[in-house]
């Protein structure tokens, strides 16, 4: 069974700063990873995911994540914030080939001014 | 991308009654469809699996007597909660998606159902 680490509840952080989100997982078996965001009152959309191919993958708005098997990480980065970023996000795994989602707790990430 | 609607958005209601939950894809055929329960400040935690035509698949834990899933076409699943109880207040997400169960097809979240049972 897969299991998804976010460790920081919240990330407080200024406007045009960098960020990084964290993520680790735990699976005996070959893993999807994915990044998702939740703007209040609205459903998830995906930010970006990892299949297969190049560990680094970038996403929309800005974003982008590394995989890294070693680490068992997929911790995601923007290096300038904005002010809309401000949501939460979640990272979820899925073993390979299958759709079944398992969500990490989520990290509310607050952009101030 | 592809939309998917949940309603209602927030309902409130009286212990022991029955709730159901509508999620809609609106502009793709949804052939599975997956029912989640999203505690404060936890993550999501699937509850089941439905393909259009059969039975959900629950997950452990989950009663499938208590939280009945419908899945009669490929644009509709519902879910009720049976009997609800102040225990089943929570926001239920649903997500959507057109591929095959065993492959990668993204899914399609909708909005969530705020439940509160009183």
């Known amino acids: 069974a897969q299991s998804v680490t976010q460790l920081d509840s919240q990330v407080p952080v200024f406007e045009e700063a960098p960020v990084e989100l964290r993520c680790n997982y735990s699976?005996?078996?070959?893993?999807?990873l994915f990044w998702y965001v939740q703007y209040p009152n609205q459903g998830l959309q995906l930010l970006l995911k990892?299949?297969?191919?190049?560990?680094l993958v970038k996403g929309i708005n800005g974003f982008e994540a590394e995989f890294n098997k070693s680490q068992t990480s997929f911790h995601l980065r923007k290096p300038s914030v904005h002010i809309s970023d401000t949501a939460e996000y979640f990272c979820a795994v899925s073993e390979a080939g299958f759709q079944k989602l398992v969500f990490g707790t989520g990290t509310r990430l607050l952009v101030s001014p | 991308g592809a939309v998917v609607s949940q309603h209602p958005s927030r309902v409130i209601c009286k212990s022991g009654t029955s709730v159901k939950i509508e999620c809609r894809s609106l502009d793709f055929q949804a052939t599975t469809m997956f029912w989640y329960r999203q505690f404060p400040k936890k993550s999501l935690m699937l509850m089941a699996t439905?393909?259009?035509?059969?039975?959900?698949?629950?997950e452990q834990g989950v009663e499938k007597d208590k939280f009945l899933i419908n899945h009669a076409s490929l644009t509709l699943s519902t879910l009720t909660v049976t009997s609800a109880h102040p225990e089943d207040s929570s926001f239920y997400i649903c997500?959507?998606?057109?591929?095959?169960?065993?492959?990668?097809?993204?899914?399609?979240f909708g909005p969530g159902t705020r439940l509160t049972v009183l």
């Open positions: 439905s393909n259009e035509g059969s039975k959900a698949t629950y």
């Open positions: 990892y299949l297969s191919g190049s560990t």
């Open positions: 997500s959507a998606t057109s591929g095959e169960t065993f492959s990668y097809n993204e899914q399609f």
């Open positions: 699976s005996s078996v070959s893993v999807y």
